[in-house]
């Protein structure tokens, strides 16, 4: 006499889906099909839209001229005979390096006022509570889209009056008109993740608003400020139209205008060399994103949360 056959729960469960008991579980060839489509491609695709700029700079600095006017004869998309001319003459016959110093000081001292303007206005705005601070908040984020071309010509006036033309000082100056309004906004949103129980605590104890500021938020805000930094540095970096307007001679130019005002020659474009010094340019920024990538994206979600 046979015993009878004892079926779980999960076994008829299957039966009722459709499914038989002895069926093995197995991942159907669909389900990696979509992920290729759906994941792998998608991301591919993405390196390539966004790596391709950077290949392109990379082979065109390092390609001689006849490979450059002649597609028929030489790939555009590879380099057959490699030199280091456009780079010798970047670096040895204009004044490059100069332009990069000057472009790091500035930016460095315009990303340390800005920072430095924001950290109290942000504070003063989350924790004073004064009447009103939200739509202050929101009138500063606002000034951030104001083009620069409207604040172009007051300022320029302001340069000149102040005999700033023609002088690193007066993008130093320029620049925190568009770096404050949007550091302040990213602060206001990191300070409103830090316990406001701890200041509480701290005024109980005595301490003032900058002790609380100096000692308690901002080693907390150490994110907050590094990805406001970021921001400044690589704006202040990448500006254009403020370092064109306000900057004449040749020796105090910063990279981005430097290398297309100087390396362009009439209608006479030397592509090696201004390649070259634009993959350069790039580098310190490239450098500041890998080294900070992780405190940048922490206080980006941060501030948006809130």
Not at 20 to 37: A, F, G, K, N, Q
């Amino acid at each position: 006499m046979t015993e009878p056959t004892v079926i779980t729960a999960e076994e008829e469960f299957q039966v009722i889906a459709g499914k038989t008991v002895d069926e093995p579980e197995r991942l159907s060839w669909d389900s990696r099909t979509r992920r290729v489509i759906t994941v792998y491609i998608p991301l591919a695709l993405f390196l390539i839209v966004l790596l391709f700029p950077f290949y392109w700079m990379a082979i065109t600095s390092v390609k001689p001229d006849y490979e450059m006017y002649d597609y028929k004869k030489y790939n555009p998309f590879w380099v057959h005979s490699p030199t280091l001319e456009n780079i010798r003459k970047l670096l040895f016959e204009t004044e490059y390096p100069r332009w990069l110093m000057t472009t790091m000081g500035i930016a460095t001292a315009a990303t340390f006022l800005s920072v430095g303007a924001s950290v109290l206005a942000a504070y003063a705005i989350e924790r004073l509570r004064f009447k009103g601070a939200q739509h202050v908040g929101l009138a500063i984020y606002l000034a951030y889209l104001v083009p620069p071309t409207i604040l172009f010509i007051p300022l320029a006036t302001l340069i000149f009056q102040f005999g700033l033309f023609d002088s690193p000082v007066a993008l130093i100056l320029t620049y925190p008109t568009f770096l404050i309004p949007f550091c302040t906004w990213l602060l206001i949103g990191y300070f409103k993740s830090i316990p406001y129980e701890l200041e509480e605590c701290a005024l109980i104890d005595g301490a003032s608003r900058l002790q609380i500021l100096r000692r308690i938020t901002l080693p907390l805000a150490v994110p907050g400020l590094i990805s406001a930094g970021i921001f400044a540095f690589t704006l202040s970096w990448n500006e254009f139209i403020y370092a064109l307007a306000f900057i004449q001679s040749t020796e105090k130019k910063t990279v981005p205008v430097a290398i297309l005002t100087e390396l362009v020659t009439g209608d006479v474009y030397q592509w090696g060399s201004l390649m070259a010094g634009s993959l350069l340019g790039s580098v310190p920024v490239a450098l500041i994103y890998s080294f900070f990538v992780e405190y940048y994206v922490s206080s980006m979600t941060g501030a948006v949360k809130e």
